[in-house]
Each structure stands twice: as C-alpha cells, then as structure tokens.
C-alpha cells in the first residue's frame, strides 16, 4: 500500500492539507453504489420503493462527501493519492487500485453525485408503477458506482474497469424495456460501438504502460514533464489510441452514432447518462492525461476536438 501526497498550491502546503478523513476514506464513495448494486438485487423487491431508498441513500453520503472534499479543494486545496498493489509482472510494472483526490476528481465526485442524486430522485416517481423497477435503480446504481470508479482512478487500469462497468451499465439501462426489439438493438449497438472504441483505450493503455513502466498517472505525468525523447513516438501512437477509446465514450464524430439510440431507455437514463456520466468520461481521460499530449504527444492535439 502506498500513500502519495502532493499540493495543487504553495497555499496548501503552507496548511497542510494533506488529508483528512473525507481524504483518507474518500474510496467509500467508490464502493456504495456498487453495495447499494448489490442489496437492490438481494431485497429490492420486498421494498416500499423496489430499493429506490438504497440507490439514493448512497448517492445522498455520496453527495455530502463530495461537497466537502468540493468546499476543501476551493479553500485550501487537496491533492493525494492511496493505493494498494494487486498485482506486479517482474519487478518493476505494478497493477493497483486505490483513489485519487486532486482538482479533477474532485470535481467529478461533486458532479457524479450530485447531479446522480438529483435524477436518481426524479426517477422513483418517473418509474412508478413501471416494470422492473427494482433491477433499474440497481443498473442505475452500478452505472453511476462504476463512473466513480473511473473518475477516482489512479490509473489506466482501474479506470478501464470503471469503463467497462459504465459500458455494461449503460446496455442494461438503454435495452431496460427488452419486451420491444428496436430497444433490444438500440442496447446493442450502444455495446458495440463503444467495445470498438474500448479496443484503442486498451491498447493505448497497454503500449503506454510498457513503454514508461506504469500506468500509474502521476507517473505518466512526470515521464512527460522530464521530456523523454524515447517514448516520444510511442506517445504519439499511445495517446492517438486512448484517443480513439475517449471518442467512444463522448460520442465523437465518427462515433456518434450510438448516442440518438441511447433515447431507447427510460427518461432519467438518458438525463443521467448525458448530464454527468458516460458521455464525460472520455473527456475526462483527456483530461487526465493531457500532459502526455502537451509534452509528448502534441501532435495528436490539432485532432481532439
């Protein structure tokens, strides 16, 4: 287990933050939606609610969690990192999970909570008296549990998993009413358009994390800070793959295509799914890698628009 601590301004090493409870448990966030996933399926159905009361439970600790760690960032600034090591291939190339806690995951643990609570609320009276309403507030659940996972990565390979989560997530959810089959398909090609996307993050990821020896972002960043002229072109064609996957996701031209279909499920999918999730999760990896493409891979820059 390791426990980085950096500051995002002179400020707040002056204050010392470095941490904190809402910082040192921040993981919990991660982890609620993905029981409240799993309570749903066991009790959901013998609930007043069909586990609606679960989902926004989470969300609603969610919610507070986010908006401290929101008011810590704004008044004295957090940066901090917690990992544990799963696996190691050799010696040097490790495979960890953990969270991050810095400027943009911070504001997007704010924006996935909040703006989750307030559709998952919408949706108990939207999906009153519907079909299945049990299994959709725990799809609901592991969508919005799997984009944390994602936006508190502190690396390629636990971002991948919140990936994938948001993607299995969201074939549920836009084939939720499976009885029509135009649904049916509108599921599958939202599947199958972002596997093909998924296929360049993965591979981005993988020449990237051999290349420079981690997948770990903080270390990315600073491989491209130091200006390290042999991963220049490995960059290039690392960062133009974790392009193409961010492309999926954000539905970028030529990509698109999956986005108008994902209308096929309920109302509160479509505003959950647009407003604050899977559609800003690639630009969110943009994001979080950009210094590869500030440094190393600049030439990819004139194409992410």
Same mark, same amino acid.
């Given at each position: 287990?390791?426990?980085? &601590?950096?500051?995002?301004?002179?400020?707040?090493?002056?204050?010392?933050?470095?941490?904190?409870?809402?910082?040192?448990?921040?993981?919990?966030?991660?982890?609620?939606?993905?029981?409240?996933?799993?309570?749903?399926?066991?009790?959901?159905?013998?609930?007043?609610?069909?586990?609606?009361?679960?989902?926004?439970?989470?969300?609603?600790?969610?919610?507070?969690?986010?908006?401290?760690?929101?008011?810590?960032?704004?008044?004295?600034?957090?940066?901090?990192?917690?990992?544990?090591?799963?696996?190691?291939?050799?010696?040097?190339?490790?495979?960890?999970?953990?969270?991050?806690?810095?400027?943009?995951?911070?504001?997007?643990?704010?924006?996935?909570? &909040?703006?989750?609570?307030?559709?998952?609320?919408?949706?108990?009276?939207?999906?009153?008296?519907?079909?299945?309403?049990?299994?959709?507030?725990?799809?609901?659940?592991?969508?919005?549990?799997?984009?944390?996972?994602?936006?508190?990565?502190?690396?390629?390979?636990?971002?991948?998993? @919140?990936?994938?989560?948001?993607?299995?997530?969201?074939?549920?959810?836009?084939?939720?009413?499976?009885?029509?089959?135009?649904?049916?398909?509108?599921?599958?090609?939202?599947?199958?358009?972002?596997? &093909?996307?998924?296929?360049?993050?993965?591979?981005?990821?993988?020449?990237? @994390?051999?290349?420079?020896?981690?997948?770990?972002?903080?270390?990315?960043?600073?491989?491209?800070?130091?200006?390290?002229?042999?991963?220049?072109?490995?960059?290039?064609?690392?960062?133009?793959?974790?392009?193409? @996957?961010?492309?999926?996701?954000?539905?970028?031209?030529?990509?698109?295509?999956?986005?108008?279909?994902?209308?096929?499920?309920?109302?509160?999918?479509?505003?959950?799914?647009?407003?604050?999730?899977?559609?800003?999760?690639?630009?969110?990896?943009?994001?979080?890698?950009?210094?590869?493409?500030?440094?190393?891979?600049?030439?990819?820059?004139?194409?992410? &628009?």
């Amino acid at each position: 287990m390791t426990w980085v &601590v950096a500051t995002e301004a002179e400020h707040a090493v002056e204050a010392g933050v470095t941490g904190g409870f809402w910082v040192d448990t921040a993981g919990i966030m991660l982890v609620l939606p993905l029981i409240a996933f799993l309570l749903i399926l066991a009790v959901g159905k013998r609930m007043k609610y069909h586990g609606a009361e679960i989902a926004i439970g989470a969300l609603a600790i969610n919610s507070l969690w986010g908006t401290v760690l929101f008011v810590m960032n704004m008044t004295e600034g957090v940066l901090a990192q917690k990992t544990f090591e799963i696996a190691r291939i050799g010696s040097d190339l490790v495979f960890e999970l953990g969270w991050a806690v810095d400027g943009l995951s911070i504001m997007m643990y704010f924006l996935v909570n &909040v703006v989750g609570l307030i559709v998952f609320i919408y949706a108990v009276g939207y999906m009153k008296d519907d079909i299945r309403v049990d299994w959709f507030f725990a799809a609901f659940s592991l969508f919005a549990g799997s984009m944390l996972i994602l936006v508190g990565a502190p690396n390629l390979i636990q971002l991948i998993i @919140g990936w994938e989560g948001v993607g299995l997530a969201s074939y549920f959810l836009i084939g939720f009413y499976w009885e029509d089959m135009a649904n049916v398909n509108a599921g599958n090609k939202a599947f199958m358009v972002n596997k &093909v996307a998924d296929v360049g993050l993965i591979l981005g990821a993988i020449i990237l @994390g051999l290349a420079i020896g981690t997948f770990d972002f903080f270390d990315m960043s600073t491989a491209a800070f130091d200006h390290s002229e042999p991963l220049g072109a490995v960059a290039v064609v690392g960062g133009a793959l974790l392009f193409f @996957g961010a492309m999926g996701k954000s539905a970028q031209f030529p990509l698109h295509i999956w986005l108008p279909d994902a209308m096929a499920g309920p109302t509160p999918v479509s505003a959950l799914m647009h407003a604050a999730t899977m559609v800003t999760a690639g630009v969110y990896l943009m994001g979080r890698v950009f210094p590869l493409f500030e440094y190393l891979a600049s030439d990819i820059r004139p194409w992410m &628009v």
